[in-house]
């Protein structure tokens, strides 16, 4: 695989989809966990959207080391450390996104040991997590412009 240029649209659509999600468990009722448990169809839009916010950042991870790098990575969380080995991600950013690997790869294959309390109490308290590596990604995207094939 030979290094090329990023995709606008790629990277807009996967940031897009990730603001959504985030948005969209952000709107749930989380002030307190019988509110957020009052109705079942709170916590599966909450792990819909939480799954699907992951799914986003590890694809523009993709992107950026399949286009920008020529580097192909199957392993969600082999994705952070070749993001870090690239200077995209510092070791600590790395890292988180190792821990968030994790977490999708548990809710993807042991999705029947997510417990409703364990949602609830990352849709409240840990989305942060995501805008960090969110803002990470985008931050390295903007400070390479010549990696961007502007063309849609």
């Known amino acids: 695989m030979s290094p090329g240029k990023l995709n606008k649209r790629v990277i807009g659509d996967r940031l897009a989809w990730l603001d959504k999600m985030v948005a969209e468990i952000r709107a749930l009722p989380l002030e307190s966990y019988e509110e957020f448990t009052s109705t079942l169809k709170n916590v599966w839009a909450a792990e819909s959207c939480l799954r699907r916010a992951l799914e986003s950042i590890f694809d523009l991870g993709r992107h950026i080391l399949a286009k920008g790098f020529g580097i192909g990575v199957t392993e969600y969380k082999q994705i952070a450390s070749e993001l870090e080995k690239a200077g995209v991600l ?15 790869n548990r809710m993807v294959h042991f999705y029947h040991e997510v ?9 409240r308290s840990e989305l942060g997590d995501l805008l960090k ?8 995207i903007e400070s390479n412009p010549g990696q961007i094939d502007e063309t849609l």
């Open 90 to 104: 510092s070791h600590s950013q790395a890292r988180l996104l190792t821990t968030l690997a994790g977490y999708r």
């Open 115 to 123: 417990t409703f309390e364990e949602l609830y109490e990352i849709c």
């Open 133 to 140: 590596i969110r803002n990470a990604l985008l931050e390295w």
